[in-house]
């Protein structure tokens, strides 16, 4: 029989390889889960596996040409630990998912790790997600402004996708009154999108808030990313809150994916006419909370 040194990695090396091998182009969650647990198997350490001058092909596992490619790319500017460095020396902090806070350890598809840029502490207290339209209407505007303003009268956390429209006003309000906002990226920090937000980013940390992603430093965006990042929204939230939707708006998305986690949903009734009361009234229809202040939704969250 051959013999294997099958060994459980530290949690730390753990948390540095998979840091590292999100990192190489055309490398998702499932690829590096399952490396890390061939790793485990074969009884390697991360820099061992890391130096090997193989084409990582191993039983039951092997990876793409175009993987293999970019990972030899990779490791020829990279080791694991330089490129731990580099991290943090651009201030960006990576969470493995066991220390995720608690709700987000409880939905189906949880990151592997997030990697964190800012106030630390952001990620504490409770959190409401506050979404809606990329181009609201004024009276979406006007109940954003008084909706949020009134949710931190209490020791809570707004958080969205720092993205035009509800959710970057939602970020916005949280600054103007001292709140604290947790903005999460469909995107690695550094590649901010739409552009005309990165001077708004800057202002956003300066302020001690927090952005959070699941895509390393660098990595571009993508549309398929921000339908993933809406998970990462409503996993930290223990309500998610729609302002103003159109029917096939992302924020339905959002909402769905809090109902998916056991979470409340609640949504903001708007002018029947409109197109971007469509969104709501059908969450409101099925069922959603109605809100028509911020106290609405603490008073069910019992704050």
Known sequence: MRYTRKIELPREEKLKGMAVLLAVPGFGRATVRELIKVWERKGFTVAEAWSQQTRWKYRGFELSEQQRVALNEFRQTWTVEGYWQHLHQGGVE????WQFPELLQQITDPPLLLFLKGNIGCLRPTHIAVVGSRTPTRYGQWATQRIVSQLLEKDVSIVSGFMVGIDYQSHQVA????GRSVGVLGFGWGKMYPRHLSRAAEEFLAAGNLFVTE?????PPSPGQFPARNRIVAGLAAATLVVEAREKSGSLITAQCALEAGRVVGAVPGPIDSVYSQGTHFLLRQGALLVESGRDVLEELKL
């Open 94 to 97: 990576v969470l493995p998912h």
């Open 175 to 178: 600054v103007q009154v001292g």
């Open 215 to 219: 895509y390393p430093p660098g990595f």
